[in-house]
C-alpha cells in the first residue's frame, strides 16, 4: 500500500469530525498545534492553532492538541464527534484504563474526562498522509 494515497474518510451524520495535529519547533523553544473541523459532508467549519512554551517530547505535544480539541468542541457546543490524530500513543493512552501518574498521564486523564461530557465520540488514529488530506494541510508555528 505504500505509494497509495490515504483519502480522508467522512464522518457518519450527525458528526463532525476534528483532525488534530502537533509539531515541536526545538529551535524557537515552542510547541503548537492545529485542529481542523469538518461537518459530514467534509466541508469545512473552522480551525484553532495554538502555540505553547515549552519542548516537549511529540507525543506529549500531540497530547496537549488533543485536549485543546476537546476544550475546543466542549466551548462550542459539539457534542458528537470524532477526533483524529496520527499519534497512536495518544489513542491508546485515551482508549487504554490504565494509570499513569506522568505529566502525559495527566494530559490523557484531563482528556478521558472531556470525553465524559460528550453525548457520543471515537478517538482514532489516521495514518499523517490521510489526517488532513484536503486543501486545508497546514501545521501551527
Known amino acids: 500500500m505504500r505509494g497509495r494515497p490515504i483519502n480522508w474518510q467522512r464522518p457518519s451524520d450527525g458528526?463532525?469530525?476534528?483532525?488534530?495535529?502537533?509539531?515541536?519547533?526545538?529551535?524557537?523553544?515552542?510547541?503548537?498545534?492545529?485542529?481542523?473541523?469538518?461537518?459530514?459532508?467534509?466541508?469545512?467549519?473552522a480551525a484553532l492553532a495554538g502555540s505553547f512554551e515549552g519542548i516537549f517530547e511529540p507525543t506529549v505535544a500531540e497530547a496537549i492538541g488533543v485536549r485543546e480539541a476537546l476544550s475546543w468542541l466542549k466551548g462550542i457546543g459539539e457534542n458528537q464527534v470524532i477526533v483524529e490524530t496520527d499519534a497512536l500513543q495518544v489513542v491508546h493512552?485515551?482508549?487504554?484504563?490504565?494509570?499513569?501518574?506522568?505529566?502525559?498521564?495527566?494530559?490523557?486523564?484531563e482528556c478521558k474526562l472531556m470525553l465524559m461530557d460528550l453525548?457520543?465520540?471515537?478517538?482514532?488514529?489516521?495514518?499523517?498522509?490521510?489526517?488532513?488530506?484536503?486543501p486545508y494541510h497546514w501545521k501551527g508555528g
Open 93 to 109: 493512552a485515551i482508549k487504554g484504563g490504565r494509570a499513569d501518574s506522568s505529566y502525559f498521564g495527566g494530559i490523557i486523564d
Open 15 to 45: 458528526y463532525v469530525k476534528c483532525n488534530v495535529d502537533a509539531s515541536v519547533f526545538a529551535d524557537k523553544g515552542v510547541s503548537s498545534y492545529g485542529e481542523i473541523l469538518r461537518d459530514g459532508l467534509g466541508n469545512f467549519v
Open 119 to 134: 453525548r457520543s465520540y471515537k478517538v482514532s488514529f489516521v495514518r499523517r498522509s490521510a489526517k488532513l488530506g484536503s
